[in-house]
């Protein structure tokens, strides 16, 4: 059995952790730990739905809405071009899915939601982070042999 006093502590080190990756984590896997908290969310309130959790339903909800708000805030629409602007619309439409599913407690729009937001995750997952490019000859943490 776990203590209240050891739980506490557990959930501790879980925020420091996750606090951690994100501290680390490069813009690219910013973009997939928001996604999968989203999906997580999402997979719960469902849960709540079906167990007629009204106020966790909502509580969940409102996380995976917001986190996609994040999504959305951080597109770059002036060089983004068409494709930022289609993920702004994409963003829009899931956080007002998300919405109508509360309100109508329905479990079948959170799965087009997840469904919908799961195939964006694969594609951003396949595209990979950007490589590293190593420094022009001249810069910062090149040894210059040339006395």
């Not at 629409?77 to 919405?99: F, K, P, S, T, V």
């Not at 799961?118 to 594609?123: F, M, R, T, Y």
């Amino acid at each position: 059995m776990v203590t209240p006093n050891i739980s506490n502590a557990l959930r501790q080190y879980q925020q420091i952790d996750a606090q951690s990756a994100v501290a680390f984590a490069s813009p690219h896997q910013l973009i997939q730990m928001l996604m999968d908290g989203a999906l997580e969310s999402l997979s719960k309130a469902k849960g709540h739905i079906q167990r007629g959790e009204v106020a966790a339903r909502g509580e969940q909800l409102s996380r995976a809405i917001g986190i996609i708000g994040g999504l959305k805030d951080g597109l770059n629409l002036e060089a983004g071009g068409e494709i930022a602007a289609n993920l702004d619309a994409l963003y829009d439409y899931l956080q007002r899915r998300l919405l109508e599913a509360n309100v109508k407690n329905d479990g079948e729009m959170v799965d087009e939601v997840t469904a919908r937001l799961n195939e964006l995750k694969i594609a951003w997952d396949a595209i990979g982070p950007p490589a590293a490019t190593a420094p022009p000859e001249g810069e910062i943490g090149e040894i210059n042999s040339r006395a």
